[in-house]
């Protein structure tokens, strides 16, 4: 590849659209290009190829063959009139798509349309501590609390809002238009600031005054859906709830916690997580708001790779790390052979690496390394190992890499009969989403989880800052059937 040049990540995607586009004519420019590494030629390239032809790659499935072809042959250039193209049934018309083809791109767009406008809660997480570091030393700044979608742990994040409790303004804003990854200042005023990133992720920051700190965060915090009821409860009791405080009248009755915010209203003190206005209300009502997992509870990690297939630590490694965190036991489940890329293993393979895995559990009296195999779900239907293979294993989930198009009825069969198989324990990554770029697959969960209650199997949720699947929602499906969640990194070893 172009791995010589100095490219940024959309520079690279042009020069890779235009290279697939007119491959033959370029590939002596290309050749020069490569050798030279001068750019005015990819910047003629470029100018060929609108900006807004690029957002079409965020599409999944939608590489940069296809993309110059809607452009070429139907002059889509934006996501919206892909999108207008689908429902046309334009583009199914055109050579190497098809209904099917089509009606996944239009699934796709709105991920695409995602993509370009939130970040990972990961990513905003980054943010919010390399903010916090930068920030925390202002003399008079005394407290800073990120509030919105971030706070409340949304799998993905639009912008960031954060509160900053001060006096004086100023040397917060001051310090906050020279973080380091500033690209602008959108707006500055008395207590409110808004910045955007490099990255084009945006940051709302607003000074508040203590006696409405607590208030402020409550009503940033949101969701929207959850202030709404609660503002409703706030009128049906002759009170007012706003951003300022809790007011009877003219009277601030609360604002400097969230705790007397809620308190006001009877109500108890919410984990951010749960304020989704979905049932956190009837919860509170019935005294029964639930205890959130904290990472203090996991006590080990029941999907991980190693070096014997994708992986990039050893199992030694993984054993010390799960350690170091306290954790008494982790699974190995290396991936099965058909994810070739992945260098999936065979049965004579897996059966070795379980020898392998039954000596070094020996150098550990406290610790438990299960003999695990993430078995995939085969397109067909089955499982990519025998069961005389699969009883040998402590620990098995199976998923669904392949065929992820399929219809909703057959991955459904799929996955049932994979839960009917005696020897898988779970399913992972259930819906296959990978957040910002690829969409669920089509999957009757319902069904799914039913055959996990009848045959006693648990589901996953699979805590990969790109996946997190099972969602909340989902999980909360799955814990009305009574199906036990089993959090998994599905780590490699980064590091
Ligand atoms: P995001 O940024 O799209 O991931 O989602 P949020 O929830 O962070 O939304 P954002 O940044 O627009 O606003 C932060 C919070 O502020 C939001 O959760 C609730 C509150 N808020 C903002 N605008 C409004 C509004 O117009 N009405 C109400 N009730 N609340 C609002
Ligand atoms: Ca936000
Ligand atoms: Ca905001
Ligand atoms: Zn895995």
Known sequence: GASGLKLNPKERLVFQEVLCWVMEDLAEKIVTLLKTGSLPLLEELKSQVPDSVLTLLRVPGLGPKRAAALYKKLQIATLEDLRQACLDHRVRELDGFGARTEENILKGIEAAIQAGQRILWYEADQIVQSLREHLGTIPGLRRLEPAGSYRRGKDTVGDLDFLALADDPGPIMDRLAAFRGVKDVLARGDTKMSIVLQSGVQVDLRVVPSESFGAALQYFTGSKEHNVILRGMAKDRGLKINEYGVFRGEERIAGAEEEEVYATLDLPWFPPELREGRKEFEWAAAGKLPDLVTLDDIRGDLHMH?????????????????????????????????????????????????????????????????????????EGGGLDLPDDVLKEADWVVASVHFGQNQPRDQITRRMIDALKNPYVCAIAHPSGRLLLERPPYEVDLDAVLRAARDYGKMMELNAHPRRLDLDDVACAAAKAYGVPIVISTDEIGRG
């Open 306 to 378: 190693s070096t014997w297939s994708d992986g990039i630590a050893t199992i030694e490694d993984m054993v010390e790390a799960a350690r170091a965190r306290g954790y008494k036991y982790i699974a190995i489940t290396d991936h099965s052979q058909r994810v070739t890329v992945a260098n999936g293993l065979n049965a004579e393979r897996v059966l070795s690496q379980w020898q392998a895995i039954d000596r070094l559990a020996k150098k550990w009296r406290d610790f438990h390394i299960l003999k695990g195999i993430e078995v995939d779900i085969l």
